[in-house]
């Protein structure tokens, strides 16, 4: 079975600075990870995933993340954050042999202030 | 336009009343997924369907019930049993082609106990 681990519940910043929003994940076999955001009373959309191929993946809107084999981590991170990106933010992880379920961490909210 | 909706946005249970939630898709997935969101948690599996007339317990499944008629549809009952049902319900479908298991999320019901 497959955990995630959001390490921070609220990460509050500044508008223009860098963020890092922290993933680990556990499992014992091959996984994809997700990113996903949610905004205030609505669904969860998808940001970033990784499925295979290279470790960086990268959102329309200026994310990124990096799968880090070794570490089981999944960080997200963006170099400034604007106003708009205040939302909660979930970390997800599926077992690549086909479990056909989602585990998700309990979120990270990023408030950013002006 | 494709998509999932969920209804109602706003739902109101009186004591010993089952209230059911509306989930339709048009996207041809085959699996879909009921969630709970409560704050601070995550979100929590309350049922999941991978295919139609067949449907599975997730983690947190008593006082709810399902059902998988059709492909498009899966509404959860919210049954008296459930003690505490206030909450934010999410339901979702999962593309699994070319092994991505990608889950879409409708826009949630927030349910409210009277």
């Known amino acids: 079975a497959q955990s995630v681990t959001q390490l921070d519940s609220q990460v509050p910043v500044f508008e223009e600075a860098p963020v890092e929003l922290r993933c680990n994940y556990s499992s014992s076999v091959s996984v994809y990870l997700f990113w996903y955001v949610q905004y205030p009373n609505q669904g969860l959309q998808l940001l970033l995933k990784?499925?295979?191929?290279?470790?960086l993946v990268e959102s329309i809107n200026g994310f990124e993340a990096e799968f880090n084999k070794s570490q089981t981590s999944f960080h997200l991170r963006k170099p400034s954050v604007h106003i708009s990106d205040t939302a909660e933010y979930f970390c997800?992880?599926?077992?690549?042999?086909?479990?056909?379920?989602?585990?998700f961490g309990k979120g990270t909210k990023l408030t950013v202030n002006p | 336009d494709g998509g999932i909706t969920q209804s109602p946005k706003y739902l109101f249970r009186k004591e010993g009343q089952n209230v059911t939630l509306s989930c339709e898709q048009n996207l041809n997935h085959d699996a879909m997924y009921w969630y709970r969101q409560d704050p601070g948690q995550g979100l929590r599996l309350i049922y999941y369907s991978q295919i139609v007339n067949d449907f599975q317990k997730g983690d947190i499944a008593e006082g709810y019930s399902v059902s998988r008629e059709k492909k498009e549809s899966f509404p959860l009952t919210v049954t008296s049993a459930q003690k505490n049902p206030t909450a934010f319900y999410l339901c979702?479908?999962?593309?699994?082609?070319?092994?991505?298991?990608?889950?879409?999320f409708g826009a949630g019901t927030r349910l409210s106990v009277l």
């Open positions: 990784y499925l295979s191929g290279s470790t």
């Open positions: 979702a479908s999962q593309d699994s082609s070319h092994g991505k298991n990608i889950q879409y």
């Open positions: 997800a992880v599926t077992d690549q042999g086909g479990s056909e379920k989602l585990v």
